[in-house]
């Protein structure tokens, strides 16, 4: 029986052995899979920031672009265009501000260039207003230009963190 007993042991110290290195692979394997899950999502979040810059940029080009039509021409498509480019500007501009990371600079950054779209946005719709009310010479006069120069520079400022975070976590994530 002693034999017998000394087996047993044996194979419960073994099924033992073999189960908590069953297990320790299995949280090994779960804290990695969580990990890269987490980094991937990091990931994506950073290009969709990248690509609301985009989107913002060059809905704030055509809104621009719309109104030196409007100013022109005073066609009325032009003026909804403009409109509808307006609320696509504000529409990624909240976006963004849900998207950017939780770096200070890149916050006070993306502040900055939603004070200056929103201004900037109000200053084109009074040139149309100037337009309508004292004519073409009054509204070009007073429309400011290089709007999108400054739109680009604080675009290019949020883009250049979020494009180091991004590489940071591409990188993180092939080393896993």
Do not use: C
């Amino acid at each position: 029986m002693p034999q017998r007993s000394n087996f047993l042991k044996t194979i419960a110290s073994s099924l033992g052995a073999a189960t908590l290195v069953a297990l320790s692979v299995s949280g090994i394997a779960f804290w990695s899979a969580h990990r890269t899950l987490e980094t991937n999502r990091q990931i994506a979040q950073h290009l969709r920031a990248l690509n609301s810059l985009e989107a913002l940029t060059s809905a704030f080009e055509d809104a621009e672009q719309l109104q030196r039509q409007y100013l022109l021409t005073q066609d009325k498509g032009a003026f909804r265009k403009f409109g509808i480019r307006m609320i696509d500007v504000d529409q990624e501009l909240r976006q963004l501000q849900i998207l950017v990371g939780t770096d200070p600079r890149e916050k006070t950054d993306a502040k900055r260039l939603e004070e200056f779209v929103l201004r900037s946005l109000l200053q084109l719709r009074q040139g149309i207003e100037r337009r309508d009310t004292q004519g073409l010479a009054a509204a070009v006069d007073r429309t400011p230009t290089r709007l999108l120069d400054e739109v680009t520079l604080l675009t290019q400022q949020i883009e250049a963190i979020e494009t180091v975070a991004l590489r940071q976590k591409q990188q993180a994530a092939t080393q896993t």
